[in-house]
């Protein structure tokens, strides 16, 4: 992670009030920031989830949706999807759509640490072959959205927080395809 990077501070009503480095942002008193989350697809109609790292300060080792970040100040969305592509998986986004406009969330980590965003949700597809930063991917793995909603029924702690909040709301938006090989 860049110590430099910054993150857009939010008020309550998801207004920017500010700039904050995102290395001291994360923390047990956590303010309102914005993010986003991203869903990739396959040709099949599969996700692509990934394990974090056990290097991330929040949530280490758990399965999480494609890849998150946070926009820089005055960055468009797109570009920040595709820039964390580029660096979390090392492929190109494309056809990058946002599916839940007004997703967010509270969750505090197992150690305190506390994520407090409001988070766009985007899916979009890769060209390429994955090439996952081993600082932010351990592990990753394609699954049928039909198969995803029964782990997440059977084992939630495996996986992260705002992948068990916004799952179920893609499904409700159509985003994701409930029946295997089809495709969005």
Not at 20 to 39: E, M, Q, R
Not at 104 to 118: F, L, M, S
Not at 141 to 164: K, M, R, V
Request: aromatic fraction near 8%; hydrophobic fraction near 45%.
């Amino acid at each position: 992670m860049n110590a430099t990077e910054m993150v857009v501070l939010l008020d309550d009503a998801g207004t920017p009030i500010g700039e904050a480095a995102k290395a001291g942002v994360h923390t047990l008193d956590t303010p309102l920031h914005l993010a986003f989350s991203c869903y990739l697809l396959n040709d099949a109609g599969e996700v692509l989830l990934t394990r974090r790292s056990p290097e991330k300060k929040t949530w280490p080792g758990v399965w999480t949706n494609s890849f998150c970040g946070h926009p820089a100040p005055g960055e468009e969305f797109e570009d920040a999807v595709m820039r964390r592509a580029q660096f979390e998986l090392g492929v190109d986004a494309k056809r990058i759509e946002l599916v839940l406009p007004d997703f967010r969330y509270r969750a505090v980590d197992p150690t305190g640490i506390v994520e407090n965003e409001v988070c766009p949700v985007f899916m979009a597809r890769i060209s390429g072959p994955l090439q996952p930063n081993p600082a932010e991917v351990a592990d990753w793995a394609w699954i049928s959205p039909a198969l995803l909603e029964d782990a997440l029924a059977h084992t939630p702690s495996a996986f992260s927080p705002w992948l068990g909040l916004q799952f179920p709301q893609l499904l409700e938006a159509r985003a994701l395809p409930l029946h295997e090989g089809a495709t969005s």
